[in-house]
Structures are given as C-alpha cells and as structure tokens.
C-alpha cells in the first residue's frame, strides 16, 4: 500500500507539516473513515475545543447530515437556518452560516439532515467535486485550523473533503479489524490526489477507544503503530465513560470534565497535532488551563445559583 512514505524526511513530519502551515493560511484537515462509528465525530469536536482552548482561530465544518458535531458543541439549528448544505450546495458565503459556540475562539459550520440530499443533488452540478473547497477557501484567512467531521462513506460529501482538505486525520478504533476498510480508504485517497487534489495524503491517524484491559487492544495499537509508523499519533485515546457522556450534555470533553482522562488524552492530540501542523497559534499549557478554568467558572455559577436559590427559600 502506498503510504506516501516518500514525502517523510528524517524528522517525520517537520517537512510535510512545515510546508502545510502557511501563516495566515488555516491548514485544513479531514477527519475521515468510512467505518461508521470509530470516534470521528468525538475526536473533531474534542480536538477542535482543545485547539481553540490553547489560543488557535479553529473551525469545525460539519459534513455529516446526521449533525452530531454541531449538537456535540450546542448549535442546533432549524430547518430554514444556513448550514453546511447552503454552503456546498446553494453557495452561500461560509461566513454566513458560522456559528459562534461557548469556546472562544471555536466556531461551527453546522449541519442538518438536509445534507444528506446534497450527495444526490450534486451529482447534477458542475464541479460536484469541488463544492467545498471553494466555498472552504475564504474561511481560511480566518482561522488557523479547519477541520471537516466527514460522515461514514466514501460518497460525494467525503470525496468534497478530500478536494477541500490538506490532509487527512483518520480515527482508527482499537478493535479487531481495525485496520479493515483502510485499503479502500487509501485507493480513494490516492484517486483524489491524481485527479482532484495532488498533494493529499492520509497525513495521520489516531487510536481510538483504547481499552487498557484488553490484550487485544494493545495488539491493535503495535499493528497500526507499526504499519503507519510515524504517521500515528503516539497518543491513543482511551475509551471512557465521561467522553460517551459528554454528547449528551452538549460540551466536549475538555469542558464537560477536563481533568478526566478523555480530556488529558485530546489536549495531548492537540499538542501533537499542532506541533506536526506547526500551528504556532496554539499553547498546550494555556489549553489545559483555560480547561480547568472554564469548568471551575462553571461550577461557581451553579453555586452562586443554588445560594442565591437557598437564600431567597431562606427568606420566604
Ligand atoms: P459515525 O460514523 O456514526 O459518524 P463516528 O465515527 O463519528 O460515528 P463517534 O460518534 O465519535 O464516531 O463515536 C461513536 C460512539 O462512541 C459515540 O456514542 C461516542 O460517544 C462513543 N465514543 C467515541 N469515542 C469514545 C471513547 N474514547 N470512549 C468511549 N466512548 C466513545
Ligand atoms: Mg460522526
């Protein structure tokens, strides 16, 4: 299989990565495999919080119809408000249709199940392919890093990431046949990079959901390891109760619960990840803290809240 083993230099990725980060240029990355439910959507929403966290301009696009990026980070939207469908499919200026969300510096091209007409309504259109690399292009003046939750096929949503992206980031589950499905996903990748968008590549990968009690597991982990080298992420994300929960209270992990494991292992990514993609923008110690402190904020109001609360019963 061709790994693009060939653009390597001797530091790894300092070659690739250096050339990627452009300043004021945002590197855009897809977070893709077709594999449904390895952790795409956990790792976009976790890594993109932690990026904004330590200082970085992040943008999620939300590609997947099914919105769970955009509900992960509280942007809900109705049916005639813009989304990601608008963007691709209508043309609409991304920056209509950004979403702000409650971590500064992070903001959210939400998505809605109107997206899933886009992969038939497109196939009618002029340069199907390349829908959201040109409605991406603006966006990347303003932020530092964009990255695309790309939802579980290899179809027209998925092939549009791939023109639009710089690199790849692919979430691999820590599972049997983990590295299943991977083949087609470099075929696809390389036919993207002949005719549509030379210089993609499956920039790296990311292990997800990692059971320490589990022989199996770390046999995972030394397979990948030692087939993508250092193309993987020496952090592996655990698998946790606290990051299946986080989705449900609307907040990513580093704000749900930052000093929980799941938190410690994205700002970890994040540090890699920002230091292989040389976003000079990002500070992991300022990401941990501005965790820590945003959910110490968060606390103080709610208790602030029942005071008050108790306060005004006291009162009655
Ligand atoms: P889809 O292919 O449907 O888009 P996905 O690849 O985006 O799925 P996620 O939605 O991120 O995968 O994760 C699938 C499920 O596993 C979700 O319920 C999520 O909360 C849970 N999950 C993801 N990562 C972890 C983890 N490290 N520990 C525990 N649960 C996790
Ligand atoms: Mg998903």
């Known amino acids: 299989m061709d790994t693009h083993a060939s653009q390597e230099t001797e530091t790894g990725y300092a070659g690739p990565s250096a050339r990627l980060a452009v300043e004021g240029r945002a590197t855009v990355i897809a977070v ?159 036919l993207v990079e002949e005719n549509l968008n030379p210089g993609l590549s499956i920039g790296s990968v990311v292990l997800t959901m990692y059971d320490a009690r589990t022989r199996l597991a770390q046999q995972v982990v030394d397979e990948v390891h030692g087939f993508f080298q250092d193309r993987a992420y020496s952090t592996v994300i655990p698998r946790t109760v606290r990051l299946s929960e986080a989705p449900s209270y609307a907040q990513p992990i580093t704000v749900f619960d930052p000093e929980s494991r799941g938190a410690e292992a994205y700002l970890a990514l994040a540090e890699e990840f920002a230091t292989r993609l040389g976003i000079a923008a990002f500070d992991a110690k300022r990401a941990t803290r501005v965790a820590k402190e945003t959910k110490a904020a968060e606390i103080a109001a709610i208790e602030a809240a029942q005071d008050a609360d108790k306060r005004t019963g006291d009162e009655a």
């Open 32 to 190: 893709a495999n077709q594999k449904g439910g390895v952790g795409k959507t956990t790792t976009t929403v976790s890594l993109s919080a932690a990026l904004a966290q330590g200082g970085a301009r992040v943008l999620l696009i939300d590609l997947d119809p099914q919105g769970n990026a955009s509900t992960g980070l509280d942007v809900r939207i109705s049916s005639d408000e813009p989304s990601t469908y608008d963007a691709i499919v209508e043309g609409l200026p991304i920056a209509q249709a950004v979403r702000a969300t409650a971590i500064d510096g992070l903001s959210v091209l939400p998505s809605s199940l109107e997206l899933a007409g886009a992969e038939v309504e497109l196939v009618q259109a002029m340069a199907r392919e390349r829908a959201l690399a040109r409605a991406v292009e603006p966006a990347r003046a303003e932020h530092d890093v964009i990255l695309i939750d790309c939802p579980p096929s290899l179809g027209l949503l998925t092939i549009n990431a791939f023109v639009a992206a710089d690199q790849l980031l692919v979430p691999i589950q820590c599972e049997y046949y983990a590295l299943e499905g991977l083949t087609q996903l470099m075929r696809t990748v390389n």
